[in-house]
């Protein structure tokens, strides 16, 4: 009997120290769950606040009154925009320098990261050192101008794209990719096949490497989507400019309470805090168009550049 209630009272202890473990489980759950409840709601609140605002009325957006909804609603932002065609050929030739910036820096980072992560390469962590010395060290911006200038790169195209295109920690994530995740064996066994670097590169190792290139090609394309101090320094020609700084213009403006010469053309229908928020969500459609089409080589990218680096 005196053993039989032992094993009873160790049997509740038992129970009583699991269903607490499960309750801990629970709450740490519930704890996480809310956290990441509000860091997404931080995230796309603005967005929502953004775009009801860019199809409100005037009088709404002036009153304050718009939060999550809009009020009075009307798509004269929208109209205004397209109207005026500056956004719109800007919004065109942003894309484009966007499409050849990414092409660009995905070669640049290949070429530099397959190489290296060979240990066959004589040199290679001279080498190494070498590429790596840009994420420590900058020139600063004005000797940056004046290379520009003696490069007969101001005023073009190409100052938007060239200076950019090679990023030493986009090659250090594309480095350790090949590292730890292409076999050496495959490679071993297309050199005994006959093949050549070029050929193992373009056959075996890029068609495994589709996270990582997705992953880079996002982090290359929204890198040059977002930047406008570039535009600032080296571009005096209007035309050439990217939508990011016009629409920097056009922030700026509204916040100094006066207009640009896309808010002068819509002065009738749309206030500068209007247009502001309808130019911002005009620019950042693209990014979330794309977006969803690379989730999925993007996250698996991010985690095997971040875990076995």
Known sequence: MAKRKEEMIRGAEISSDGNRAINKFRIGDALMMLVLVILCLTCVLPFIHLAAKSISSNSAVMAKSVFLWPKGLTFDAYASLFRDGSMVRSMIYSVWVTMIFTFLGMIACTCAAYPLSKKRLK?????????????YFGAGLIPSYFLMKDLHLLDTMWVLILPLIYSPYNMLIMKTFFQSS????????????????????????????KPILATLSLFYAVGRWNAYADNKYYIKTDTLKMIQYKLYQMVASATEAQTTTLSEAAAVTSTPEVLQAASIMFVTIPIICIYPFLQKYFVKGVMIGAVKG
Request: net charge negative; glycine share 4%.
């Open 123 to 135: 040199g290679r962590m001279f080498f190494t050192f070498v590429l790596m010395l840009p994420m």
């Open 182 to 209: 292409i076999p050496d064996s495959l490679e071993e066994s297309a050199f005994l096949d006959g093949a050549t670097n070029i050929q193992i590169l373009f056959k075996i190792v890029l068609p495994l490497s």
